[in-house]
């Protein structure tokens, strides 16, 4: 069985924000130990905990705070009225919507996969000596078009 103590109650970054900063304030240390026992650049927790923080609390910046301070984040459900009927309005997610095998990135993946073995196939068709012609007429071709795209000069 888990225990624990709720030590805030956060429903914005800035209650999240006060109530790290109330946590420190408690175990009475200062910005500057916990940058160093966090790991934070020098002076980086001031600007994350002062009343109007400079930075925001981020992906590298808030495990090494809350680890440094002792605390961890819990997602509760909220049975409030007002969250229930929030919950009520929410339209529900089609299912068959969202698993369809139907996708566009499984079909582009399909088709590249297909397109890589034909690939193969035709090069293993080939002999080196038409694969170099057909090289080589690409080559003249590429050429060709970056030639008429350079712009003229006008002398």
């Known amino acids: 069985m888990m225990s624990f103590d709720v030590l805030a109650d956060i429903s914005t970054p800035m209650d ?3 109530a790290l900063r109330r ?3 408690q175990l009475a240390v200062t910005r500057e130990v916990l940058d160093e026992v966090s790991g934070l650049p020098s ?3 001031a ?3 002062s009343a109007v923080p400079s930075r925001a609390l981020g992906a590298t910046s808030l495990p090494l705070m809350l680890g440094a301070l002792g605390v961890k984040l819990l997602l509760v459900e909220d049975h409030s009225p007002a969250a229930e009927a929030l919950m009520q309005r929410m339209p529900k997610r089609n299912r068959c919507w969202v698993r369809s095998s139907n996708h566009w990135r499984e079909r582009k993946k399909a088709a590249t996969a297909a397109a890589v073995e034909l690939n193969r196939r035709r090069r293993a068709a080939l002999t080196p ?5 057909i090289a080589t007429k690409a080559s003249r071709a590429a050429a060709a078009l970056r030639s008429r795209r350079r712009p003229r000069s006008s002398e």
């Open 16 to 18: 999240l924000s006060a």
């Open 23 to 25: 946590r420190a304030e």
């Open 43 to 45: 002076g980086y927790s």
């Open 47 to 49: 600007k994350l905990l």
């Open 129 to 133: 000596e038409r694969r170099r012609a």
